[in-house]
T-cell receptor
């Protein structure tokens, strides 16, 4: 089983719908991240969290919200999805103890907003 | 602010050719880490290498090698005798002196196409 698991892996939805992408990890890492990938733009940080009480905005947080339900779970929500949120979303973790910034990624969630 | 530039959007070579992917970075930190990740057509992100800013030794792993030069702020990646399985998007990334707590800064990626 993957150490960082994302659900759903693929989702097609309509404009205005609420969507939640879920991430769970078994690596025991404190730091969790949500990135968005668009063709030609690389990966951009949406939100990140150091623990359940510490949530931080990334570069492109507008239109998104997150919830850190537990050390192992970090969810990304789109309250009212719009077509330009169509993208590949990655959850990632990193190890505070090692402290190099190396990210361990989930397999990605491909979201299409019609 | 940190920045990572991968100027090559797409590279296409014939199998068995050598190919170098360029990565130039900007940071004010003296301590940082550089990374390369591979994204094959299946979409997952695969970690390739991590390099500490204090370690300028080049590294070789099989057909892969990395050339880190602080003087030019570059961390280039060379694939020797390329194979079709090397076809992927490759990302260079940078962490800050805080151990990347605020996440990594990624370049926009280089799409490498290896033609048989």
């Amino acid at each position: 089983d993957a150490d960082v698991t994302q659900t759903p892996r693929n989702r097609i939805t309509k404009t205005g719908k609420r969507i939640m992408l879920e991430c769970s990890q078994t690596k025991g890492h404190d730091r969790m991240y949500w990135y968005r990938q668009d063709p030609g733009l690389g990966l951009r940080l949406i939100y990140y969290s150091f623990d359940v009480k510490d949530i931080n905005k990334g570069e492109i947080s507008d239109g998104y919200s997150v919830s850190r339900q537990a050390q192992a779970k970090f969810s990304l929500s789109l309250e009212s999805a719009i077509p330009n949120q169509t993208a590949l979303y990655f959850c990632a973790t990193s190890d505070l103890g090692v402290n190099t910034g190396e990210l361990f990624f989930g397999e990605g969630s491909r979201l299409t907003v019609l | 602010a940190q920045k990572v530039t991968q100027a090559q959007t797409e590279i296409s070579v014939v199998e068995k050719e050598d190919v170098t992917l360029d990565c130039v970075y900007e940071t004010r930190d003296t301590t940082y880490y550089l990374f390369w990740y591979k994204q094959p057509p299946s979409g997952e992100l695969v970690f390739l290498i991590r390099r500490n800013s204090f370690d300028e030794q080049n590294e070789i792993s099989g057909r892969y090698s990395w050339n880190f030069q602080k003087s030019t702020s570059s961390f280039n990646f060379t694939i020797t005798a390329s194979q079709v399985v090397d076809s992927a998007v490759y990302f260079c990334a940078l962490s800050d002196s805080g151990g990347g707590a605020d996440g990594l800064t990624f370049g926009k990626g280089t799409h490498l196409i290896i033609q048989p």
